[in-house]
């Protein structure tokens, strides 16, 4: 294969040295600029050369997977991604996704009147030179976490250290990282960055794809403008016969008040909301792509957005590539050893500050696309991009359709004074105070200025808090870690029995197990994973069927997260949809977090919100969610929960009706990602706050969040076309809620004398519950699950029988001196009950629980 770079350097005595895979990374061409006149050219980059989508956006995301394991999450919170414009405001967003916890900007050469200026700087090399910093948070340079500064290449280093210099001369920051595709400093540059990093008195980090150099000979500059003055007038092959067809996408479906990039900061709930998007956009543009070879053309600046909706379509299977138009002046040579073979040139269409001039697109002319998908922000959508001359025409051309898609250019929302001095005015950007009520979305009607979800902090997420990856769970809760919480359980049931506490406002002391009760743990995971691999795809399968194409999970920590999470995996491993999931706290008897449901109404659509619990048991919490969002008039949540186990008849969306040992109830914390169940206490908890819990990274060493899920989500291929057949089936049969547990919870409560269905805990579950962290009775066991002849079901064939379901409420109960009475009627396997009368006189001295009084 002749390398892209061949062309060049005979002619001009240019050498390209150093890692292996540079040449695949790198082409060189000749660029009409007077002060340098070679051009790296990356395969990599999407801008000049089409490339796959995907190979562009993971040689970013993985330079920022790198960037995080550098400074570690904690850091990363507070770091901020800066990329350049216009050739790597791209890579930027790209290595912003991969860092994940940091928001991203990028540099512009488009000012906005009445957007402040934060910073600016000159680019030496570059043929237009001046970049604006214009975030919508003027606060957003102001910190003192890392600064993320992103290049497509770094050769002398002049450009990204005069950034680095004016920025900390304003704001001062102890760590600094570049990052860049390619290192190509020269022997005399290498000793620059620490030479500079001891002059600001920080720490300076290079991280990069590969390294090299480029020798330049003597005379390279004359020799260079000499060959493009020869070869000048080629580069652009015939058109076609026929001009292709024109034609408009009406309505993307792009989300409202999400930036169309990160020209004014985008935050990485703007790209949760995005990835949540992406399917429903790419399904609205593909019937208009037609079959064969489709190109997706960004415009300058406008690099993201058009990259993530080539991801989306690619991953459909299309064959697309991907490039953006360019203001840079290149030579073309359609020559095989030359990078840039065709150049299509036209007016500029958005109104530049700098006036008109000319606009390039390469490659794209003789590239043997059939379809070319043209996506502008609506800033750049004017007469003169259909102009004679224009873009358009000039791509109509060269392929058998154009498809126009334009996003909405988006302004920050303090700016409503800048639509008609800043934008065209044919132009309808997005301004916050201007979009119509019913499409404003986020922020309900119920949310008031004050208490609007901009003053809640972001989801905490690991490992900073929790055991689970980032991308698991983002826990719409505040760190109460430092808080001491826990007391006595005797103290605690107490207090709660006699109203001078609710079981919300202190923690149990975390349950050690022993090492017997840990083998049951074990044990129990082995035989029951094919079972709950079972009941989670049923459960996933009928979410994604019946309430949402592309839910975003919120799961009622802390039982129903680690179901969250496995949903999340199946639908990423079955159908590739990376879910959004969050936790919320639900309390009964004070009802769901008000806060979270109005953040997450801010940064989704209720409508896509679907609830997720670990099981039912009488239906308590189901029925306190359904008071909760009526009551608060929380409109467009559907309040139903989606579980994995609905043994009380309770819920129409489920795994499983049946009472089953679920391994994730036979620990507390050390299999819910360390987190402590949800604290809501008035001194703690403030109307403005999130309710709490804390993180035990204490017990790190008996955590096995993991490895439960790892070991469900091992059995997922096993049981896919079981799952199959059992949602056709459920599909098919009437799933009314019959609410069969809580009329035995009435019922034995009125049989045991106990008068208080609070203190009947029915289902493995919650009777795993009440042995680890209440004051348990007794406990009732129904005869053929502890005798251990249960009937056969579809789910229990697929892996095990379920005849250990009860052996760690077995050995609990013997433990704690807990008389267990075996009965023959019962919809539960099992079920516990508090008692009913309990001072600490009840409980003897050695903790075991004794009879009723």
């Not at 009147?113 to 030496?124: C, D, L, N, T």
């Not at 008071?627 to 994995?644: R, W």
């Not at 009965?823 to 629980?849: M, N, W």
Request: charged letters at 25%; a negative charge; glycine letters at 10%.
């Amino acid at each position: 294969m002749v390398w892209s770079g061949e062309w060049v350097a005979e002619r001009l005595g240019v050498e390209l040295t150093g890692d292996r895979e540079l040449p695949e990374l790198l082409g060189l061409a000749l660029r009409r600029n007077p002060k340098r006149a070679h051009l790296l050219v990356s395969n990599v980059l999407g801008k000049h050369v089409p490339q796959r989508p995907s190979v562009v956006w993971r040689s970013g995301r993985e330079l920022g997977v790198r960037v995080r394991e550098l400074i570690g999450d904690e850091a990363a919170r507070r770091a901020v991604v800066l990329g350049y414009a216009e050739t790597a405001t791209g890579l930027g967003h790209s290595v912003a996704d991969g860092l994940a916890l940091a928001p991203y900007l990028h540099s512009t050469r488009r000012p906005i009147e009445g957007v402040a200026r934060a910073g600016g700087f000159e680019e030496s090399h570059s043929h237009a030179t001046s970049h604006l910093l214009l975030p919508e948070n003027p606060e957003l340079l102001a910190g003192d976490g890392p600064l993320v500064l992103v290049d497509d290449e770094f050769s002398t280093g002049n450009t990204v250290l005069n950034t680095i210099r004016a920025l900390h001369e304003l704001h001062a920051r102890e760590h600094y990282v570049i990052v860049a595709l390619v290192d190509l400093r020269s022997p005399g540059d290498q000793g620059r960055l620490e030479e500079f990093a001891r002059e600001i008195g920080a720490r300076v980090d290079l991280v990069v794809a590969a390294r090299g150099a480029v020798r330049l000979p003597d005379g390279v500059l004359e020799k260079g403008q000499a060959l493009v003055a020869a070869h000048e007038a080629g580069g652009v092959p015939a058109p076609r016969s026929e001009r292709g067809e024109t034609v408009r996408v009406a309505d993307l479906g792009w989300p409202e008040g999400i930036p169309d990039g990160g020209r004014h900061g985008f935050t990485p709930e703007h790209r949760e909301r995005l990835d949540a998007a992406l399917p429903g956009m790419a399904a609205r543009l593909a019937p208009h792509l037609g079959t064969g070879r489709v190109l997706v053309l960004g415009n300058e600046e406008l690099m993201y957005a058009p990259l993530r909706l080539a991801t989306e379509l690619e991953a459909t299977g299309a064959d697309v590539s991907y490039s953006t138009t360019t203001r840079s002046p290149v030579l073309a040579v359609d020559d095989p050893g030359y990078a840039i073979r065709s150049r299509l040139v036209f007016p500029a269409h958005d109104t530049p500050a700098d006036g008109p001039g000319e606009r390039y697109a390469y490659n794209v002319a003789g590239g043997g696309f059939d379809t070319v998908v043209v996506v502008l922000d609506s800033v750049g959508d004017t007469a003169e991009l259909a102009s004679p001359g224009g873009l358009l025409e000039r791509v109509a051309e060269h392929a058998a359709r154009v498809v126009v898609v334009v996003v909405p250019s988006y302004v920050p929302s303090y700016v409503p004074s800048c639509v008609p001095s800043c934008v065209p005015p044919h132009v309808t950007p997005y301004v916050a105070s201007s979009v119509p009520p019913r499409a404003r979305p986020r922020t309900p009607s119920y949310v008031s200025q004050e208490r609007s979800s901009m003053s809640l902090p972001e989801p905490l997420r690991g490992p900073a808090f929790s055991s689970y990856a980032p991308d698991e769970v983002g826990w719409l809760l505040q760190d109460l870690s430092d808080v001491t919480l826990e007391a006595p359980t005797e103290e605690r049931e107490e207090a709660i029995q006699s109203g001078g506490a609710h079981y919300a406002e202190s923690l149990p002391v975390e349950y050690q197990p022993s090492a017997q009760y840990q083998e049951l743990f074990h044990a129990a995971l082995e035989a029951s994973a094919g079972r709950i691999a079972h009941a989670v795809g049923v459960v996933t399968e009928t979410v994604l069927a019946e309430r949402s194409p592309r839910p975003v999970l919120v799961s009622l920590a802390r039982a129903g997260t680690p179901v969250g999470v496995l949903m999340r995996r199946w639908a990423l491993r079955r159908h590739g949809l990376e879910l959004p999931h969050y936790a919320v706290s639900i309390v009964r008897g004070r009802g769901i977090d008000a806060n979270a449901l109005r953040w997450l109404a801010a940064h989704h659509d209720p409508a896509d919100v679907v609830f997720v619990d670990g099981w039912t048991g009488k239906g308590a919490i189901t029925r306190e969610l359904a008071a909760a969002v009526e009551a608060a008039g929380f409109e467009g949540f559907d309040p139903e929960i989606a579980v994995l186990a609905d043994p009380g008849s309770c819920v129409r969306t489920y795994g499983t009706r049946e009472d089953f040992l679920i391994p994730s109830a036979c620990l507390n914390s050390t299999v819910s990602g360390l987190i402590s169940r949800t604290v809501l206490r008035s001194d703690l908890v403030g109307p403005d706050d999130f309710h709490g819990a804390k993180f035990y990274s204490e017990l790190a060493g008996s955590d096995v969040s993991g490895r439960f899920l790892d070991a469900v989500e091992e059995r997922f291929g096993e049981v896919a076309d079981a799952v199959d057949a059992q949602v056709k089936e459920v599909q098919g049969v009437d799933r009314t809620p019959t609410w069969e547990g809580w009329a035995a919870v009435e019922r034995i409560s009125t049989e045991y004398g106990i008068h208080d269905v609070n203190l009947v805990k029915p289902g493995v579950g919650e009777t795993t519950r009440v042995l680890l962290r209440r004051v348990p009775w007794k406990i009732l066991a129904r005869a053929d699950v502890w005798e251990g002849r249960r009937a056969a079901t579809r789910s229990r064939s697929v892996a095990g029988d379920g005849r250990g379901d009860l052996d760690h409420v077995r050995l609990l109960a013997e433990q704690r001196g807990v008389p267990v009475e075996v009965v023959d009627e019962l919809p539960y396997s099992c079920v516990g009950l508090i008692h009913p009368k309990f001072t600490r006189g009840a409980t003897g001295v050695d903790g075991k629980t004794v009879a009723a009084k």
